[in-house]
């Protein structure tokens, strides 16, 4: 069972900053990418950023110069600094891992996506 665990969320006002962090734990051999996507109700949820974790980023054209994902592989934690802030960046933010598992002697393996439950981020203007 792999895990995800996000905090960091809350209120802040428009022009603020805040940093999210997101900490994958359990049966995991390796950690392919991790990323961050948001989601506001009535509205599908939509890619944020993603890394992957050997410093490769792809961001949102939305957040881009804004906000930076980061990535610490000795803890399986990836991070979203996020600054300047717009009432537009308000949602549920959700952590997203793809993770590899080794499933044979021969190195054969599955990779699966895994969710953490989501933190919200509200922007007050």
């Known amino acids: 069972q792999v895990r995800l665990v996000e905090s960091g969320g809350g209120l802040v006002q428009a022009g603020g900053s805040l940093r999210l962090s997101c900490l994958a734990s359990g049966n995991i051999d390796k950690i392919i990418a991790m990323g961050w996507y948001r989601q506001t109700p009535g509205k599908q949820r939509e890619l944020v950023a993603t890394t992957s974790m050997s410093g490769t980023a792809n961001y949102a054209d939305a957040v881009k110069g804004r906000f930076t994902i980061s990535e610490d592989n000795a803890k399986n934690t990836v991070y979203l600094q996020m600054n300047s802030l717009k009432p537009e960046d308000t949602g549920v933010y959700y952590c997203?891992?793809?993770?590899?598992?080794?499933?044979?002697?021969?190195?054969?393996?599955?990779?699966?996506?895994?969710w953490g439950q989501g933190t919200q981020v509200t922007v007050s203007s």
């Open positions: 997203n891992a793809l993770i590899r598992k080794v499933i044979s002697v021969e190195g054969a393996y599955s990779d699966r996506d895994y």
